[in-house]
């Protein structure tokens, strides 16, 4: 692998997401982004974990491809309840059935991210997983909540950031905005070794 030295590279967020675009926005680099268009169903056998770092390397990949003098980020995040793959609900049913499945339980979110220069040859991938245990809820606190925040773009049905944090009893991760999307201290240390100037 050969790091990049060039400070004046483009950054590309391969990503629609405006979680993820507001997070990278607290390091202050000029950056754009483009949504890649994958297929994001789960393979045969697949687990959570190995979804969600082939996901972010093939968002960065489609990205970097056509940008190859870019450092394309590309990121996925699944919660893992008990092996089982959860992403975004998209509606109020499935975010119900989803709160209701991880009431009282211990859910692993994983978020991946993969940081791609291919005029460089850099690779960098990893995973920051981060713990979150749910209170045990009730229909009537789901309903309330869901309303109220309509968290329907979020895996696992609930905000951290926001109004979605009084559902939980406890969040260990190495990284505190793993869980909203983005790990930005990993993400610091990658973009660095592909040559992106940061203090």
Known sequence: MTFCKDM?????LASSSKYRRELLERLRIPFNCFSPEIDESVLPNETPLQNCIRLAREKAGVIARENPAAVVIGSDQVADVNGKAISKPGTHDKATQQLHEMSGQKIVFHTAVCVSCLETGTQIEFCIP??????????????????AEQ???CAGSAKSEGLGIALLKSIQSDDP???IGLP????SDALRKSGIALP
């Open 151 to 153: 968290p329907y773009d």
């Open 8 to 12: 004046t590279r483009q950054v590309i």
């Open 130 to 147: 981060t713990t979150v245990e749910f209170r045990e809820l009730n229909p009537a606190e789901i309903e309330r909540y869901l309303l």
């Open 184 to 187: 930005l201290i990993a993400l």
């Open 177 to 179: 905005t793993a869980l």
